[in-house]
C-alpha cells in the first residue's frame, strides 16, 4: 500500500502555480469532454436516420377493417329509464 502512495505520481500534492502536464490537460480536457459531449449527442443519434440502427421501413401502406358483431338483444325500456 505504501508503494502505491508513493509511486503514483497522481497521489502527490501539488504545489500552486505549476504548469499542468501535457498529459494531464489531455486526459481531463479531451476525454471528459468527449463523454460529456457523447452522452449528450449520443441519443440524438441513435434515435436519427443515421443511426446505424435504423432500417428502411417495408411497410409502404396498410388497410384496417373493423367489424362489430353482436350477438344477444340490448334494449332500453323507456318506462324504466
Request: charged share 15%; glycine share 12%.
Given at each position: 500500500?505504501?508503494?502505491g502512495w ?14 499542468t ?16 459531449l457523447g ?23 396498410a388497410?384496417l ?5 353482436v ?11
Amino acid at each position: 500500500m505504501y508503494i502505491g502512495w508513493v509511486g503514483n505520481m497522481y497521489y502527490i500534492e501539488k504545489t500552486q502555480g505549476i504548469p499542468t502536464g501535457k498529459l494531464e490537460k489531455c486526459l481531463f480536457g479531451v476525454t471528459i469532454s468527449t463523454g460529456l459531449l457523447g452522452l449528450l449527442i449520443g441519443p440524438f443519434y441513435l434515435f436519427s436516420t443515421w443511426s446505424p440502427f435504423v432500417t428502411h421501413n417495408p411497410v409502404g401502406s396498410a388497410t384496417l377493417k373493423f367489424n362489430l358483431k353482436v350477438d344477444r338483444t340490448v334494449y332500453v325500456n323507456k318506462a324504466d329509464g
